[in-house]
């Protein structure tokens, strides 16, 4: 997963001046000569470490009150992460208090602080992330207050919020997109948390500090860590060889096994994001951790793999309609599945595959019914699950086999949700009773994603579904609406998972152009550059992609255009050939 900077198409040399102010160079756009594809926005390697370092200025004697304000913000903007220096622009007792790790506030401007021993600085476009590094919200503008008092015959700042407080450039430059894993309520899928981590030696130190911090509150009864509470890491993870050496404090003998191995499962899962780290060793209150046999040292790959949050041996075949019978394989061929669907046509206008290709969900001509049929067993039966509905949506199935489907009810949504074959309505805030075309379930099946119909805009919006320890459904978490720059007409037209934690839209410019944007589903501002921003000749009404590492595409008609490779020149759909999907 990689952020788009907002600020420019592609990194260039940065140019520190003496206040560590970074200036963006000019980007690059690609600009195809033929096919379908008329722009694409790509950024270089955002794995890189920018190359130049700042070192601020610690205070100097004399400083007026203004230019210690000034000299502490420049300080916080020291590169390599650090703030030892911007510390020393403190009162002592007010550096012993500071905690600049509880939040990180980004900023585009700030103006000048205002005169006195009180003073107050404007900053504009605030953007505010937790302890985990994880986007809370944005604020147009935000008023900071600092109270200064001379120590020593020296002006220092003795009021200071508990910040890292640096302007959005620089933030783009050192922080890094990435997850955190979490597990389900019921600990049968790991759950990504997208966050934001300094880049180089302190990514895999902030990436353990963000799993020991406390799950925030909206998260409860979402996803759940088996770190115990009050657990802490030492001041950094070493890499040795290949090794992410881990350190916890706390008392190994009340760590049982089981939790100790889902605390590792967590542990990998974020860890392998570091592509210097092989392998992870955990040591709790000074013991070694020993598993698999007296192991210490557990390759990343051999813990956790049946928590994918893409779902377990997932099938990653396409899966469509060919006049009215349910087909599978790829671009290159389909051929006809050997479920009851597949061999007889019961009218249907689309489906949705559950994630081991087992099982079929279809709707009906008429929008009314829906149906679930084995999709390769020809003795099975076909059975309605819904029926009575006005305007079904396509289905979609999580990691337990729910089915989440949508009605749009002529304007006024429901959603529906099958377990075991009984359907039930749930009332999900910001989407029943409103105007909603489309419905998407996170395979790990603790997000929602909606499409709601504006009068000027659509809007894409979010909810987190929260669960009991046995999978139940319990409630939904308050909405939150992913922004969306409006280009165009605003109409969505689709949208599509392109990851666990990452979405694509798809919307028109005009006539002749369409759009697709990939965004964090947690609605953190910016584009997310997957192949980049992708602006495609024709009308695009439909996203085939998947968040597992499978090809993507746009569909125009019958014509089809790669996202992911589009270079590529994909094949026209055969006629007859409709609702074309991958599992889940």
Same mark, same amino acid.
């Given at each position: ?182 597990? +389900? /309520?019921?600990? !049968?899928?790991?759950?990504? $948390? ?5 880049? %180089?030696?302190?990514? #895999?130190? @902030? ?100 928590? +994918? /949050?893409?779902? !377990?041996?997932?099938?990653? $075949? ?5 006049? %009215?019978?349910?087909? #599978?394989? @790829? ?254």
């Amino acid at each position: 997963m990689r952020r788009a900077r907002a600020r420019a198409r592609a990194r260039a040399t940065r140019v520190l001046t003496a206040a560590a102010a970074s200036v963006l160079l000019a980007g690059c756009v690609q600009m195809p000569t033929s096919g379908p594809v008329v722009e694409s926005e790509v950024t270089t390697g955002a794995d890189d470490v920018p190359g130049i370092s700042f070192n601020p200025r610690p205070p100097q004697e004399g400083q007026a009150a203004a230019d210690i304000v000034k000299g502490f913000f420049d300080a916080m903007r020291a590169t390599p992460v650090r703030t030892s220096v911007a510390r020393q622009f403190l009162s002592r007792e007010a550096a012993e208090a500071w905690v600049p790790e509880r939040q990180i506030i980004t900023y585009a401007e700030s103006a000048e602080p205002t005169a006195g021993t009180s003073v107050r600085v404007r900053l504009s476009d605030v953007k505010r992330y937790d302890a985990r590094g994880a986007w809370q919200r944005t604020q147009p503008s935000a008023d900071l207050s600092l109270r200064l008092v001379e120590e020593d015959g020296e002006w220092r700042i003795d009021e200071v919020p508990d910040a890292l407080i640096v302007p959005d450039s620089w933030f783009d430059d050192w922080y890094e997109p990435a997850s955190l894993y979490y597990f +389900d /309520p019921a600990t !049968e899928v790991l759950v990504p $948390e997208p966050v934001f981590a300094p880049r %180089g030696d302190q990514f #895999a130190s @902030s990436l353990v500090r963000g799993l020991l911090a406390t799950l925030p509150e909206d998260l409860q009864d979402v996803a759940r860590s088996y770190f115990p509470p009050g657990t802490t890491h030492g001041l950094s993870v070493p890499i040795n060889s290949g090794i992410a050496e881990v350190s916890l404090s706390g008392d190994p003998d009340a760590v049982d096994e089981v939790t100790a191995q889902r605390m590792l499962a967590q542990l990998v899962w974020t860890l392998r994001q570091e592509p210097r780290i092989n392998a992870v060793q955990l040591t709790i209150g000074g013991r070694v951790i020993s598993f698999q046999g007296g192991s210490t040292q557990v390759d990343l790959g051999g813990v956790g793999s049946a928590y +994918d /949050p893409n779902g !377990e041996a997932t099938s990653t $075949e396409l899966y469509a309609l060919a006049d %009215g019978l349910v087909v #599978a394989g @790829s671009m290159a061929g389909f051929e006809e599945t050997l479920g009851p669907l597949g061999q007889d046509d019961y009218g249907l206008r689309s489906i949705g595959v559950d994630l081991a290709g087992s099982r079929v969900a279809g709707v009906s001509a008429d929008g009314s019914r829906l149906v679930v049929a084995p999709a390769e067993a020809p003795t099975g039966e076909v059975t309605p699950v819904v029926v009575g509905a006005a305007d079904l949506a396509a289905p979609r199935w999580d990691h337990r086999d729910r089915i989440w489907v949508l009605d749009r009810n002529a304007g006024r949504a429901r959603v529906v949700l099958v377990v075991d074959g009984s359907a039930v309505e749930v009332d999900v805030p910001g989407l029943s009773g409103r105007r909603v075309t489309q419905l998407l379930v996170s395979r790990d099946g603790t997000r929602l994603l909606g499409v709601r119909r504006g009068r000027k805009a659509d809007q894409v919006v979010s909810v987190r579904v929260r669960q009991d320890e046995a999978g139940v459904v319990v409630g939904f978490t308050p909405v939150r609406r992913l922004p969306l720059p409006v280009e165009g007409n605003g109409r969505i037209r689709d949208v599509g998972w392109r990851s666990p934690t990452t979405v694509s839209v798809l919307s028109d410019i005009n006539e002749e152009l369409s759009l697709v944007r990939t965004l964090s589903v947690d609605g953190a501002p910016g584009e997310v550059s997957t192949d980049g921003t992708v602006r495609l000749r024709g009308s695009n009404r439909v996203l085939v992609s998947t968040p597992a590492d499978a090809e993507s595409y746009a569909l125009a008609g019958r014509s089809v255009t790669s996202l992911t490779r589009p270079e590529r020149t994909v094949s026209d759909l055969p006629d007859g050939l409709t609702s074309l999907t991958y599992v889940g």
